[in-house]
């Protein structure tokens, strides 16, 4: 691919000079471009608004709107469109502040010779090309993530089963959770993650004691205890998941301070950190193990119930206790189907 060649855009013009945007157009057009031209303001945003263009050439000095209070309504809706403004003069072009301001990416003045606005349009078409790139780049880098998280939950489940499967249920409880409480897009995010890995670092407790289908004894139950400081410190090597890895720390803390490892106790402990130890201990009561027989929707209910402002938040349960109360038929097939 011959990276100099243009390639064609498809671009929008405003401008009052009615004879100035036909030799536009004519010039543009011959160099492949697809241009739309309009003389006022308020039907060429209704068109930005409908189709997608590259980039907008917008004439600065105009009557009755001027060109940069025309860009400033484009940007409300439009950040990624690329603005080249326009000017007979360049005494007359707003400020660099202003072009800053609003994100205008070029300046043309305007001239009989149109080299250097083909030029101009030739660099935003490569900005837009690298932008793309980014998008994708971005995008395949969150593939890779997903499926790197997938791989490790396989690794947990190939050494604890329940783990494996306990964890895809309060991931699915605490997604449930957090958008009844409307949390913003990043805590969601946040959560989620944190749900998936929260016992992780049971990967690190010896077979006999994670798999231990009798009683455990104190000694034995106080290494199962290590297992958030595992799964944090595991988490803590990566930049990207900083805002994880608190929230797996804290997720066996309690609201009275009789929690584990830190003993840390009400606000003190995260907050999404006390949404997780809610639907943790959900699924923990539902959920059947070798040991124990599951407990019914209602009974692992009244038992957060009971442990509102002890073992819980006193503000989270009753929240929770509605949402899995108005959710029913999803809570029943999360339980039934993972
Ligand atoms: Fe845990
Ligand atoms: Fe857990």
Redesign the pocket.
Known sequence: MNNDKLVSAKILVIDDDVNMMDVLSVVLRRYGHYVKTFTEPLSAIEELKKNKYDILLVNYLMTPVKGDKIVETVREFNKEIYIILMSIHKDLAPSIEVMQQLDIQAYYEKSNRFDNLIMLIQGGIKYIEQINKIKSMNLQLEHYLVDFAKILLQTVGAKDHYTEEHSRRVTLLADAFSKYLKLDKKQISDLQIAAAF??I??IGIPDNILLKTTRLTDDEYQIIKT??VI?ANIFSVSDIYKDIYPIMYY??ERYDGNGYPTGIKGKQIPLLARILSIC?SFDAIVSKRTYKEGATIEFALSEIEKGAGTQFDPELAPKFISMVNNNIEYIEKIFSEY
Request: hydrophobic share 10%.
């Open positions: 929260h016992d670092g049971k297992h958030p799964a997720h066996h943790d």
